[in-house]
């Protein structure tokens, strides 16, 4: 099942891999949004050869496991064109080496393999590209499922979408709600802290890092100083550790902290962070609550709904659309701000949320001179309108 708003994807990738050119095509994005199975439906509909192969196994791959893949490819393909798809490559320790020796080699030779890497942590994938593969690949970005997605493939309505998220395989489990969060917890946000993250990155305060990940999903929508942080977390880390354990989570698709806007990258990163999920199915599953509970309390689904906006911003911003920022001065507010190109739009979400803060839009405007301003929800731009379409139809130069 392929909904329309990601065919675009599809066909990019198919072209690439039907060019005579050779480039070792990257699928990077989060656990379960499809990237896996979008390759295979590409191959599918191709008529070229391919091996397909995972290191997403119990026991840890390294590069000869990764050697013998692409012997065995090599093989099959002798002089004919032929795909070779590695699934979790940032799971192979040495991959990068090991893939540019291999890539070069064929190079030398006139083979005409051409490579898939498929990665679900994009921040560890990111920097084994940069650091080995410079000039000899391309990036395709596969977010959470969006919106429109969603109601397309499973017919969810707007509140479904923002309690549920946006995660294809657990969609079928709605309806038995303890299940649908034990899917969540088990096998999304564990698998992802503890195979995509603890496994290979080197981590001082593994406890830490998860407290991080449940205070971030908390208080998604809400700025929070790092040392108010640690005092929520009660240990004796530092705003360094947290910073960079932010990182991670944003790296693996789970919590981003977003920056003040000012004008100036020095003052941008000393700035508090603004917390937010990147899927609010994660905001959902940890906290104890039905969607009818949700619904019930106005503050907290205020809090979901702009969570939700968030989440389709930060989307926008993983595939390299844009930058978001919050901006806060005083008691005013400005929820979003959206930069890209010359392009500055800010944003107010108006959600039910009583914020703690007025609305800062005049005064921003007088700071910043957006190139525009928007109003979502209330009597502004409707949630559902926003989310279905994507980010650069309202932030577009």
Same mark, same amino acid.
């Given at each position: 099942m392929l909904p329309q708003y990601r065919r675009p994807?599809?066909?990019?990738?198919?072209?690439?891999?039907?060019?005579?050119?050779?480039?070792? %095509?990257?699928? +990077?994005?989060?656990?379960?949004? !499809?990237k896996t199975t979008l390759i295979r439906q590409v191959l599918g509909e191709l008529d070229i050869p391919h091996r397909y192969a995972s290191a997403d196994e119990p026991m840890l791959r390294d590069r000869v496991w990764l050697e013998e893949q692409w012997e065995a490819t090599r093989a099959a393909a002798g002089v004919d064109e032929f795909v070779l798809v590695i699934d979790e490559v940032?799971?192979?320790?040495? /991959? *990068?080496?090991?893939?540019?020796?291999? /890539?070069?080699?064929?190079? =030398? &030779?006139?083979?005409?393999?051409?490579?898939?890497?498929?990665?679900?942590?994009? #921040?560890?994938?990111?920097q084994g590209l940069t650091e080995s593969l410079a000039g000899r690949f391309e990036t395709v970005h596969l977010p959470h499922w969006s919106y429109a997605e969603?109601? !397309?493939?499973?017919?969810?309505?707007?509140? %479904?979408?923002?309690?549920?998220?946006?995660?294809?395989? +657990?969609?079928?489990l709605i309806d038995d709600h303890p299940r649908w969060v034990r899917y969540i917890l088990d096998s999304l946000i564990e698998t992802t802290i503890s195979r995509d993250v603890? #496994?290979?990155?080197?981590? +001082?305060?593994?406890?830490? #890092? $998860?407290?991080?990940?449940?205070?971030?999903? +908390?208080? *998604? !929508?809400?700025?929070l100083s790092y040392t108010k942080m640690l005092g929520q977390l009660h240990d004796a880390g530092n705003t360094t550790t947290l910073a960079h354990y932010l990182d991670l989570l944003a790296g693996v @698709?789970?919590?981003?902290?977003? %920056?003040?806007?000012?004008?100036?990258?020095?003052?941008?990163? @000393?700035?508090?962070? &603004?917390?937010?999920?990147?899927?609010?199915?994660?905001?959902? =599953?940890?906290? !104890? #609550?039905?969607?009818?509970?949700?619904?019930?309390d106005r503050?907290?689904?205020?809090?979901?709904?702009? *969570? =939700?906006?968030g989440a389709h911003l930060v989307s926008a911003q993983s595939a390299g659309e844009c930058r978001i920022y919050y901006w806060w001065a005083g008691d005013r507010e400005v929820d979003f701000v959206v930069e890209t190109g010359r392009s500055l739009t800010a944003?107010?979400?108006?959600? @039910? $949320?009583?914020?703690?803060?007025?609305?800062?839009?005049?005064?921003?405007? %007088?700071?910043?001179?957006?190139?525009?301003?928007?109003?979502? @929800?209330?009597?502004?731009?409707?949630i559902g309108d926003f989310l279905t379409k994507p980010v650069l139809h309202w932030a577009r130069d």
């Open positions: 994807i599809w066909e990019v990738i198919a072209r690439r891999l039907e060019e005579p050119r050779r480039f070792i %095509q990257v699928i +990077a994005g989060p656990r379960q949004v !499809g940032q799971k192979v320790d040495g /991959w *990068s080496e090991a893939v540019k020796r291999l /890539w070069d080699e064929d190079t =030398a &030779k006139g083979r005409q393999l051409k490579v898939v890497l498929l990665g679900s942590a994009p #921040l560890l994938v990111q969603m109601k !397309g493939a499973f017919g969810w309505d707007l509140d %479904q979408y923002v309690f549920y998220g946006g995660y294809p395989g +657990a969609a079928f603890l #496994l290979h990155t080197r981590i +001082a305060k593994p406890a830490l #890092l $998860r407290r991080l990940f449940e205070l971030g999903c +908390a208080y *998604s !929508g809400q700025v @698709g789970m919590v981003i902290g977003l %920056q003040k806007y000012a004008k100036g990258e020095t003052r941008r990163r @000393g700035s508090s962070p &603004k917390l937010q999920v990147m899927n609010t199915a994660l905001m959902t =599953a940890t906290s !104890g #609550l039905t969607l009818t509970d949700a619904r019930g503050s907290y689904w205020g809090r979901m709904i702009e *969570s =939700a906006v944003i107010e979400v108006k959600s @039910g $949320r009583v914020h703690g803060a007025l609305s800062g839009m005049a005064e921003f405007e %007088q700071r910043f001179h957006p190139t525009r301003k928007l109003l979502v @929800g209330d009597d502004g731009i409707p």
